[in-house]
């Protein structure tokens, strides 16, 4: 399995986003921005680690979408969800808890 995985407007990051900075989820972030799709989402509920570095990352994409007319919402859980939640994300862009969605899938 690689680290980040881009389908359809949705970039899955299979890789803890910690310590040193990774030019390939920069380019992820870019290639996503990029894809055909209006509405596009960050998957991050495979990793529980993020620092400020991915997360300004995250808001370039973010901004760079909209400048292009184009939405980013983020799925996350746990210490991520509220990292991204103290750093104001949800102010400007969609935040959903993953495992709030995997809950209600096993309850159908």
Known sequence: ?????????????????DFDYDVTFD??????????????????????????????LMAAAFFQAQSS??????IAQGTVL????RAGFANFMPLTDSGRIFLNQDRR
């Open 1 to 17: 399995m690689s680290d980040y995985e881009l389908k359809d407007g949705v970039l899955k990051v299979y890789k803890e986003l």
């Open 27 to 56: 380019r992820a972030c870019s290639e996503l921005v990029l894809c055909r799709e209006t509405k596009l989402t960050i998957d991050l509920s495979h990793i529980s680690r993020i620092t400020s570095t991915y997360i300004g």
């Open 69 to 74: 007319g184009k939405t980013i919402s983020v």
């Open 82 to 85: 509220q990292t991204l939640r």
